[in-house]
């Protein structure tokens, strides 16, 4: 068992020393993800919104400031207004 427990070790030693390039890879791939929770974020308090809840609660519930979901929900509505826009020209 303690030879299992040798190989992690090691592995995660050379992943950690790994090149420079490896980590500006994960550094990518991490914000990237970081990106995408927080666009689904902003996207769940805007339909928590539309649900009928306050900005007080949705802020409550994802640890941000009320104005912070203030300007998450103008901003969606911005882009849709900007969406049904360009929609209506074509």
Do not use: P
Not at 1 to 25: A, D, G
Not at 36 to 44: A, G, K, N, P
Not at 48 to 63: C, L, P, Q, V
Request: net charge positive; proline share 0%.
């Amino acid at each position: 068992m303690s030879h299992l427990y040798v190989q992690r070790f090691y592995h995660q030693t050379l992943s950690h020393n790994s090149t420079k390039e490896h980590h500006t890879e994960s550094d990518e791939k991490y914000h990237y993800r970081q990106e995408i929770l927080s666009q689904i974020t902003r996207l769940l308090a805007v339909l928590h919104k539309s649900n009928g809840r306050t900005f007080a609660d949705i802020a409550k519930e994802y640890g941000v400031s009320i104005r912070s979901v203030q300007r998450w929900i103008s901003a969606n509505i911005q882009m849709g207004n900007l969406w049904a826009r360009n929609k209506e020209n074509k």
